[in-house]
């Protein structure tokens, strides 16, 4: 199923000589600013091998970052390299590099075929070559059945991945990709996911951004955290997960009987408050979010309370920032 | 899969047809393309419908020398009367009272009877030419002096003078014996005149201006601004290749539209003119050459003008507001190319080296097309020289329209020099576009 990268088919090897050992991305005290704002200030990266999730909200700065890498931003302080060459001067670096732009135009009367054959010409590609690739592209992101159909037609799913199979055009050892499950469908983030993953498992670089935390906690560990223009946290998504396991949390349960479950987990260390909402919901407060969530099954179970849903209010990328932020940093 | 050996050409090669492949099949898919191009076909199309109307109307006979005119009432044209030597002002003097009497002429026969004679060309100095057809010159009872109201000698001729005076500009003068080709035949003239005029003047404001300009504005500032606009260029900028790369190649691709669609025309303009135009034979082969020269300096103006706007659309998001100024300039320096190809002010803009080729190859098809119009201007009054009245039709536009390429140099040379420049120019404003692309940040 997963196609051999290394096949004929490849494109040609690149006469330009990368410098020895280079990362593939690495920035160095990066600032961009517009006029007074600062869109990205003091950030210092190095990154090579896996997938490294970006998260902040909008505006954090990760279209800012990712256009950094692309060159098409020039960096007011610092300087940004891939695989050890600055992409604002040399384009070269691209050719080891696939890219998947966050902007929802395409060209709608292609087909995904073309459009991806097209474009991996220009990646020094002959015309036959650039349609074998388009063909194992196409089917390790599972378009194939649609690859001759026009882009037009497709659903914001099958842009997405279409984006993603024209950036693994030419096998990419790093690829970057700017929001690439906004406005999928469940079933499109899933085989998005999977591919994402799948090129980590190979070895790839892969850069992926994202609002929504539980996204990236599907797809990696690792993460960046992005907050108005400044790194917040890199590391793994688990070691800044424990820590805030530490702070107060909420959990929410919604239930027939708030009352009953209540009395069951009010013993608990772990738990240090709880408040009925209304009559339906139970809302506990934790220090420690991981135990009571090993626990709380159980409870529920020996009980046999009648529990529709269980929600951790807080555990998104908004609480996440507000700890990072409130001087927890990680 | 056999590997072939890996060259900057090749490299080259594929990038530069996936893009121009790409550019092709997107602005075919663009309504605006079509509209553009067929916009520019109905002008053009009206323009021949208009030519082959004036070509198949007949234009009117002007009896130039006035003698077909019986003035004194007894039946006899004047021109007759002058012939045979009785007073055309005398009502009770005329051939009737020969013996024996002589029948009057129709007055047609004193229309258009004595054309141009012209055999001569331009070159420096005076010359003689001309001849008396109706023999009203020749005529016996005239005196030596009489026929020769010229003075240079030789008598019913006309004498043809260019001279070079201090400013470097050619003059001519005119001056004809009386009599001498004084009444030509205005449809012969006229037909030939307005065909030429016609085709420089489709050529120079139809193809090079109206084509040349209007095409680049509109098909050639969204080469690069319209991708960046849409975001779309993201996906060409991920690729690796550089800008001014991506700018050339941008620009051949819709070269790769305008260049078949202005010879498609030209073709037509060739076809339609070959035809109806004057002339006994049945097509005019000999102005294939010039149509090929208003192909071919169309596509130049189109490649600077395509540079040039696509240079302006990456420097603005409204480049085509910064190109109109360009062509409001450019017009103006085809107005002044036709009034005065010599200025120096010409070599400062595109069209100007567009038209000089158009002249060029008008003076090696047509190479006395200037004494053409000095014929035309005169019209046969041999005394008046330069007189508007007497100029006969086509002559007026026919002068507008052509002109000398400047610089003083050979129609050949002309050509040579004006496509380097040309190719000099474009080359440029893709130095100055792929600069501008190039320092540019795309959100």
Not at chain 1, 5 to 25: C, L, M, S
Not at chain 1, 182 to 191: E, F, H, I, K, V
Not at chain 2, 358 to 376: E, K, Q
Request: hydrophobic share 45%; net charge negative; glycine share 10%.
């Amino acid at each position: 199923m997963i196609p051999d990268f290394d096949q004929q088919g490849k494109a040609q090897t690149q006469q330009w000589e990368p410098e020895v050992a280079a990362p593939a991305i690495l920035l160095e005290n990066v600032s961009k600013s517009y006029g007074r704002i600062f869109a990205l200030s003091n950030i210092t990266l190095a990154l090579n091998g896996g997938v490294t999730g970006v998260l902040g909200m909008n505006g954090a700065g990760k279209s800012t970052l990712f256009n950094l890498l692309m060159g098409k931003l020039k960096v007011s302080q610092g300087s940004v390299k891939l695989f050890g060459t600055d992409p604002w001067k040399n384009p070269a670096p691209y050719a080891r590099v696939g890219f998947v732009p966050e902007h929802e135009k395409m060209y709608d009367w292609m087909t995904g075929h073309e459009f991806v054959s097209t474009f991996a010409r220009l990646n020094g590609l002959t015309r036959d070559e650039a349609k074998g690739e388009a063909d194992r592209v196409l089917d390790f992101v599972s378009l194939s059945d649609v690859a001759h159909k026009k882009i037009g037609q497709y659903s914001k799913g099958m842009r997405q991945r279409v984006k993603i199979a024209h950036a693994l055009v030419n096998d990419p050892e790093l690829i970057i990709l700017d929001e690439p499950l906004q406005g999928c469908d469940p079933l499109a983030r899933t085989t998005i996911m999977n591919v994402i993953r799948e090129l980590g498992r190979m070895g790839r670089t892969v850069l992926v951004s994202s609002h929504i935390l539980q996204e990236i906690e599907r797809i990696t560990e690792q993460i960046i955290i992005l907050h108005q223009g400044r790194l917040l946290a890199l590391g793994n998504l688990h070691s800044i997960r424990e820590r805030l396991d530490k702070i107060p949390h909420r959990i929410s349960i919604q239930t027939e009987d708030p009352k009953a479950l209540a009395k069951d987990v009010i013993d608990l260390d772990e738990v240090f408050g709880i408040s009925f909402p209304d009559g339906k919901n139970l809302s506990i407060q934790t220090h420690n979010l991981g135990a009571i969530h090993s626990r709380l099954p159980r409870i529920i179970v020996d009980n046999n309370h009648k529990v529709s849903t269980i929600d951790n209010p807080d555990d998104d990328l908004a609480s996440i920032l507000g700890y990072l932020t409130s001087g927890g940093g990680v | 899969m056999a590997t072939k050996p890996q060259s900057i050409y090749r490299s080259l090669d594929r990038k530069a047809s996936a893009i121009i492949e790409f550019t092709l099949r997107q602005y075919r898919t663009k309504k605006s393309t079509w509209v553009v191009l067929g916009v520019g076909f109905t002008a053009l199309s009206l323009i021949f419908l208009i030519y082959i109307d004036v070509m198949a109307s007949e234009f009117e006979s002007i009896d130039n020398d006035r003698d077909s005119t019986d003035y004194d009432n007894d039946g006899y044209p004047r021109g007759q009367e002058i012939l045979l030597g009785t007073d055309p002002w005398d009502g009770n003097s005329h051939p009737g009272l020969f013996d024996p009497p002589i029948e009057p002429d129709p007055k047609s026969m004193y229309i258009n009877e004595d054309d141009f004679d012209w055999d001569v060309t331009i070159r420096l100095g005076e010359q003689s030419t001309g001849y008396d057809d109706d023999g009203d010159c020749l005529d016996s009872n005239k005196t030596a002096s009489q026929k020769d109201t010229n003075g240079n000698g030789i008598p019913c001729d006309i004498v043809v003078e260019y001279y070079r005076l201090s400013d470097g500009n050619f003059y001519a003068s005119i001056d004809a014996d009386n009599g001498v080709d004084e009444d030509p035949d205005e449809d012969a003239y006229s037909r030939e005149a307005i065909h030429i005029a016609f085709v420089l003047s489709i050529g120079k404001l139809g193809f090079v201006l109206l084509l040349g300009i209007f095409l680049p504005l509109f098909m050639a500032t969204g080469l690069i601004r319209d991708e960046m606009n849409s975001g779309t260029m993201h996906f060409m900028l991920a690729k690796p290749i550089a800008r001014t790369e991506l700018f050339l190649y941008r620009t051949l691709g819709y070269l790769g539209i305008v260049w078949p669609y202005v010879i498609a025309l030209g073709i037509l303009g060739a076809i339609v003119s070959g035809f109806a135009g004057s002339g006994d034979s049945f097509f005019r082969f000999a102005d294939l050459g010039v149509w090929l020269a208003i192909i071919f300096a169309t596509m130049m103006a189109t490649l600077v003008y395509g540079m040039l706007f696509n240079a302006l659309g990456v420097l603005w998001k409204y480049g085509i507001i910064l190109a109109i100024p360009f062509a409001a300039w450019e017009l103006g320096m085809a107005l002044l190319s036709m009034g005065a190809p010599d200025a120096t002010l010409l070599r400062f803009s595109i069209i100007g080296w567009a038209l000089m080729i158009i002249d060029a190859a008008a003076m090696l098809v047509w190479p006395n097309l200037d004494l053409f119009i000095l014929m035309g201007n005169w019209g046969g009054d041999g005394n008046a020289g330069w007189n508007f009245e007497t100029s006969l039709e086509g002559a007026g536009p026919l002068g507008f329209f052509s002109s000398k390429p400047g610089l003083g140099l050979s129609a050949f040379t002309a050509m040579i020099v004006s496509t380097l420049v040309l190719l000099f120019q474009a080359a440029i404003f893709w130095f100055i576009g792929g600069a501008l692309f190039k320092g540019k940040e795309i959100q």
